[in-house]
């Protein structure tokens, strides 16, 4: 079994590539890979689909930071996502914003999306590793406007957001590649002050969880 492992950043999982490689990238004979495929949609979707065809894993991890909408999912936490939504795909009218489904330039079911949703429809066969499943939404950049943030959490009801997950969720549903997206929460959606932030908690967390999530993969037959 060949198991990739993507983040936008080097950084991010940084622990994990450090256990990986006192294994030699070897856990029980099942083999890792680990992608850094850049910050943002544009070179996520790149790197991947470069990758993918160069060697075609057969489950893809996506592992992350990410920032959460609401006191709900509190910063330091670690969550999966479970439905990605595009969020800066569109055209602002007036004080609207119009996503490509309003606008009626492509149908809200039409493949690989799922009522303008891209699902995840492989983690009911998946093990359950304690983390809540949330929604997110896909934005390329960190939103900070209150209005921004109002017209998001109105028109799709999100949990987190962040920039690389809808381009690794449709990548991977294209290419029928069984995946997971985990995101630790460093921030809360619109706090300017970086100082507020909690970086470390939230890298700790994300990498204990996903050296967890390595171990378990690791012992499937």
Same mark, same amino acid.
């Given at each position: 079994? &060949?198991?990739?492992?993507?983040?936008?950043? #080097?950084?991010?999982?940084?622990?994990?590539?450090?256990?990986? *490689? *006192?294994?030699?990238?070897?856990?029980?004979? %099942?083999?890792?890979?680990?992608?850094?495929?850049?910050?943002?949609?544009?070179?996520?979707?790149?790197?991947?689909? %470069? #990758?993918?065809?160069? &060697?075609?894993?057969?489950? #893809?991890?996506?592992?992350?930071?990410?920032?959460?909408?609401?006191?709900?999912?509190?910063?330091?936490?670690?969550?999966?996502?479970?439905?990605?939504?595009?969020?800066?795909?569109?055209?602002?009218?007036?004080?609207?914003?119009?996503?490509?489904?309003?606008?009626?330039?492509?149908?809200?079911?039409?493949?690989?999306?799922?009522?303008?949703?891209? =699902?995840?429809?492989?983690?009911? %066969?998946?093990?359950?590793?304690?983390?809540? /499943?949330?929604?997110?939404?896909? !934005?390329?950049?960190?939103?900070?406007?209150?209005?921004?943030?109002?017209?998001?959490?109105? %028109?799709? &009801?999100?949990?987190?957001?962040?920039?690389?997950?809808? #381009?690794?969720?449709?990548?991977?549903?294209?290419? =029928?590649?069984?995946?997971? *997206?985990?995101?630790? !929460?460093?921030?809360?959606?619109?706090?300017?002050? =970086?100082?507020?932030?909690?970086?470390?908690?939230?890298?700790?967390?994300?990498? =204990?969880? /996903?050296?967890?999530?390595?171990?378990? /993969?690791? &012992?499937?037959?």
């Amino acid at each position: 079994m &060949n198991i990739l492992i993507a983040a936008a950043t #080097s950084l991010e999982i940084q622990p994990t590539i450090e256990f990986l *490689q *006192q294994q030699n990238f070897s856990v029980q004979k %099942k083999d890792f890979t680990v992608l850094i495929t850049g910050i943002g949609g544009m070179t996520t979707a790149y790197n991947l689909t %470069k #990758s993918f065809l160069q &060697n075609r894993p057969d489950h #893809s991890i996506q592992a992350g930071i990410a920032g959460s909408f609401h006191s709900g999912i509190p910063i330091g936490s670690v969550v999966g996502v479970q439905e990605e939504l595009l969020g800066d795909l569109g055209a602002e009218e007036g004080n609207h914003f119009k996503d490509i489904f309003d606008l009626g330039l492509i149908m809200e079911n039409e493949t690989p999306f799922n009522r303008k949703g891209l =699902k995840n429809p492989h983690l009911q %066969k998946q093990p359950k590793y304690g983390i809540p /499943l949330v929604r997110s939404v896909g !934005i390329n950049e960190i939103t900070t406007r209150k209005e921004r943030i109002e017209t998001l959490t109105k %028109k799709y &009801n999100p949990d987190i957001e962040s920039m690389e997950g809808v #381009s690794f969720h449709y990548v991977c549903l294209r290419e =029928k590649i069984p995946f997971i *997206q985990i995101r630790a !929460i460093s921030n809360y959606v619109g706090e300017r002050d =970086k100082l507020n932030w909690n970086l470390n908690e939230a890298i700790k967390n994300l990498n =204990k969880k /996903l050296i967890e999530m390595v171990s378990s /993969l690791a &012992n499937l037959s």
